[in-house]
Nanobody, 115 residues
Framework: QVQLVESGGGLVQPGGSLTLSCTPS????????MGWYRQTPGKQREWVAS???????AYADSVKGRFTIWRDNANSRLTLQMNSLEPEDTAVYYC?????????WGQGTQVTVSS
Protein backbone atom coordinates (compact mmCIF):
# COMPACT_ATOMS: atom_id res chain seq x y z
CA GLN A 1 0.00 0.00 0.00
CA VAL A 2 1.10 3.57 -0.60
CA GLN A 3 -0.23 6.99 0.31
CA LEU A 4 0.17 10.00 -1.95
CA VAL A 5 0.03 13.50 -0.46
CA GLU A 6 -0.36 16.56 -2.69
CA SER A 7 0.59 20.09 -1.73
CA GLY A 8 1.10 23.48 -3.32
CA GLY A 9 -2.39 24.42 -4.45
CA GLY A 10 -3.88 27.84 -3.88
CA LEU A 11 -5.28 30.98 -5.43
CA VAL A 12 -3.38 32.65 -8.25
CA GLN A 13 -4.16 35.36 -10.79
CA PRO A 14 -4.41 34.58 -14.50
CA GLY A 15 -0.95 34.40 -16.00
CA GLY A 16 0.58 33.36 -12.70
CA SER A 17 2.40 30.20 -11.66
CA LEU A 18 2.05 27.46 -9.08
CA THR A 19 4.10 24.41 -8.22
CA LEU A 20 2.36 21.25 -7.07
CA SER A 21 4.14 18.44 -5.27
CA CYS A 22 3.14 14.85 -4.60
CA THR A 23 4.99 12.95 -1.89
CA PRO A 24 4.55 9.18 -1.71
CA SER A 25 4.80 7.24 1.54
CA UNK A 26 7.32 4.92 -0.15
CA UNK A 27 10.46 5.64 -2.14
CA UNK A 28 9.33 7.17 -5.40
CA UNK A 29 11.60 4.73 -7.22
CA UNK A 30 9.08 1.92 -6.59
CA UNK A 31 6.05 3.95 -7.73
CA UNK A 32 5.11 3.36 -11.35
CA UNK A 33 3.28 5.45 -13.92
CA MET A 34 2.97 8.65 -11.93
CA GLY A 35 0.84 11.48 -13.18
CA TRP A 36 -1.43 14.40 -12.44
CA TYR A 37 -5.16 14.61 -13.06
CA ARG A 38 -7.71 17.32 -12.39
CA GLN A 39 -11.42 17.54 -11.80
CA THR A 40 -14.03 20.30 -11.68
CA PRO A 41 -17.54 19.95 -10.21
CA GLY A 42 -19.89 18.01 -12.46
CA LYS A 43 -17.14 16.82 -14.79
CA GLN A 44 -15.10 13.67 -15.08
CA ARG A 45 -11.55 13.61 -13.82
CA GLU A 46 -9.19 14.36 -16.70
CA TRP A 47 -5.57 13.48 -17.28
CA VAL A 48 -3.11 16.40 -17.21
CA ALA A 49 0.40 14.97 -17.44
CA SER A 50 2.40 11.86 -16.69
CA UNK A 51 5.99 10.69 -16.38
CA UNK A 52 7.45 7.20 -16.47
CA UNK A 53 10.43 5.89 -14.53
CA UNK A 54 12.78 6.51 -17.44
CA UNK A 55 11.80 10.17 -17.48
CA UNK A 56 9.62 10.28 -20.60
CA UNK A 57 6.74 12.72 -20.20
CA ALA A 58 3.38 13.33 -21.83
CA TYR A 59 0.92 16.21 -21.57
CA ALA A 60 -2.68 16.95 -22.39
CA ASP A 61 -2.98 19.37 -25.30
CA SER A 62 -4.63 21.93 -23.02
CA VAL A 63 -1.51 22.28 -20.85
CA LYS A 64 1.29 21.50 -23.30
CA GLY A 65 3.91 24.23 -23.28
CA ARG A 66 2.66 25.67 -19.97
CA PHE A 67 3.01 22.76 -17.49
CA THR A 68 6.09 20.67 -16.72
CA ILE A 69 6.11 17.39 -14.84
CA TRP A 70 9.14 15.64 -13.39
CA ARG A 71 10.13 13.02 -10.86
CA ASP A 72 12.47 14.39 -8.21
CA ASN A 73 14.14 11.15 -7.18
CA ALA A 74 16.55 12.85 -4.77
CA ASN A 75 13.64 14.25 -2.73
CA SER A 76 11.25 11.39 -3.57
CA ARG A 77 8.44 13.52 -4.94
CA LEU A 78 6.53 14.24 -8.11
CA THR A 79 6.33 17.87 -9.17
CA LEU A 80 4.08 19.78 -11.55
CA GLN A 81 5.21 23.28 -12.49
CA MET A 82 2.28 25.27 -13.84
CA ASN A 83 2.94 28.51 -15.70
CA SER A 84 0.71 30.94 -17.59
CA LEU A 85 -2.27 29.72 -15.64
CA GLU A 86 -5.74 30.36 -17.03
CA PRO A 87 -9.14 30.41 -15.30
CA GLU A 88 -9.88 27.15 -17.15
CA ASP A 89 -7.11 25.50 -15.12
CA THR A 90 -9.18 25.91 -11.96
CA ALA A 91 -9.77 22.44 -10.52
CA VAL A 92 -8.83 19.98 -7.82
CA TYR A 93 -5.55 18.41 -8.87
CA TYR A 94 -4.84 14.78 -8.00
CA CYS A 95 -1.65 12.77 -8.02
CA UNK A 96 -1.78 9.15 -9.19
CA UNK A 97 0.77 6.37 -8.93
CA UNK A 98 0.99 2.61 -9.24
CA UNK A 99 2.41 0.15 -6.72
CA UNK A 100 2.36 -3.64 -6.99
CA UNK A 101 -0.29 -3.59 -9.70
CA UNK A 102 -2.66 -1.20 -7.98
CA UNK A 103 -3.37 2.43 -8.68
CA UNK A 104 -3.37 4.93 -5.83
CA TRP A 105 -4.69 8.48 -5.66
CA GLY A 106 -3.93 11.40 -3.41
CA GLN A 107 -6.61 13.43 -1.66
CA GLY A 108 -6.29 16.34 -4.08
CA THR A 109 -5.25 19.97 -3.84
CA GLN A 110 -7.37 22.92 -4.98
CA VAL A 111 -6.03 25.27 -7.65
CA THR A 112 -8.04 28.41 -8.30
CA VAL A 113 -7.10 30.83 -11.07
CA SER A 114 -9.01 34.08 -10.68
CA SER A 115 -8.51 37.82 -10.63
Amino acid sequence: QVQLVESGGGLVQPGGSLTLSCTPSRDIAVIRGMGWYRQTPGKQREWVASVVSGGATAYADSVKGRFTIWRDNANSRLTLQMNSLEPEDTAVYYCKGGYRGRAYWGQGTQVTVSS
